[in-house]
């Protein structure tokens, strides 16, 4: 998305501020809880990284929708960071990413070093390892 104009802004903290009076996590209340989905899913829209990253300090929904906002925004060094803090979803994220665009040793090397008993990291980079993807 980029920088935002002004506009776009305000029109992000409406929505926003809207969405957040009606959201709850793991609430039972089933429109709550996909208030509080929809809520983490317009702070990453709006590039709102820093709540996002407080957020996900106690919500699992939030760390995931930041793990793929900072994917697909690029920010792979900040992906890289926080498998180093021992998030396991981001390190499933980047090395995912690194996979997916033919860095398979470098997904190794990242599996290794920041999850080398975490066998779903090593399950991923062994499916594009396979024979029949063949060797990236």
Known sequence: MGDLSHHELRDWEAAIALV??????????????DNRLWHMDL???????SE?????????HTRRRLNRSLRDQGMEAVLRGRAKDRDRDALYVLVRLLCETNRV???HRAAQEFGPEDQHAHQIV???????????
């Open 43 to 49: 702070l990453a829209r709006a590039e709102r990284f």
């Open 126 to 136: 062994a499916r594009f390892r396979s024979p029949s993807i063949g060797e990236q």
């Open 20 to 33: 957040s009076a009606h959201a709850e996590c793991y609430s039972i209340d089933h429109c709550m809880h």
């Open 52 to 60: 996002l990253t407080e957020l996900a300090l106690t919500d699992v």
């Open 105 to 107: 040793q470098e997904a």
